[in-house]
């Protein structure tokens, strides 16, 4: 069994990179092979409309055609059997990078019949893990669920399925004092992620776990 954790932040270290650590953790000690996968550490581009994935009859039907560095781990997507993708919000969406790399992967499965019907060759337990630096309130405010949702429903018509952790109120500086951020109160900022980023990792845990769980249960 093998899961892959693809990370969307610039940050190797940073709170969306813990979070899919802890995942594929989870899904780890229900004896899954882990990889994680850094978006930023790869030169890609997004679709780049040349439709030959939907060429009835061609070579790359149903498969994307675009060759760069983006495609081994699209190859290594089709045969696995959890995927656990995380991103941070920037301008109420995902990353450009997560962006991009959701394009290759959704679009290149989509079909243009009654439906969409996904053409995806194998069979895929996916999550997605998002972090935030507003509120939950403020998410709602700022209609970043609107976003998410959007985004949770394309991954779901591909595979079947989306389980999804939001994690808000993130702590972004170790030291709030050198940057301009008099928006936050940074004492409360370090109380949350004292007291309640652990309990965000435990989540991402039980995702990993229950992911791999549904494969084996079948």
Not at 75 to 88: F, Q, R, W
Not at 176 to 195: G, I, N
Request: glycine share 8%; with cysteine.
């Amino acid at each position: 069994m093998k899961a892959i954790a693809v990370n969307g932040s610039p940050r190797k270290k940073g709170n969306t990179a813990t979070l899919l650590e802890h995942a594929l953790n989870g899904a780890e000690s229900k004896g899954a092979d882990i990889e994680m996968v850094n978006l930023y550490g790869l030169n890609f581009k997004g679709c780049i409309s040349c439709f030959e994935c939907k060429k009835l009859g061609g070579k790359s039907y149903g498969k994307c055609a675009f060759k760069d560095e983006l495609t081994p781990l699209l190859e290594k997507i089709s045969e696995a059997d959890v995927l656990i993708m995380g991103t941070p919000i920037y301008f109420s969406s995902e990353t450009g990078a997560i962006r991009s790399f959701l394009e290759r992967l959704l679009f290149q499965s989509l079909t243009y019949t009654p439906g969409y019907v996904s053409i995806f060759p194998g069979k895929i337990q996916a999550g997605l893990i998002y972090t935030m630096n507003v509120t939950e309130e403020n998410m709602v405010t700022y209609h970043y669920d609107k976003s998410i949702a959007g985004t949770r429903g394309a991954i779901s018509r591909n595979f079947g399925n989306c389980d999804l952790l939001i994690c808000s109120d993130t702590y972004q500086f170790k030291d709030y004092s050198k940057y301009e951020s008099s928006v936050w109160d940074a004492e409360a900022k370090l109380k949350r992620h004292k007291e309640i980023f652990p309990l965000d990792c435990k989540k991402a845990y039980e995702m990993g776990v229950k992911l791999t769980s549904d494969v084996a249960n079948g």
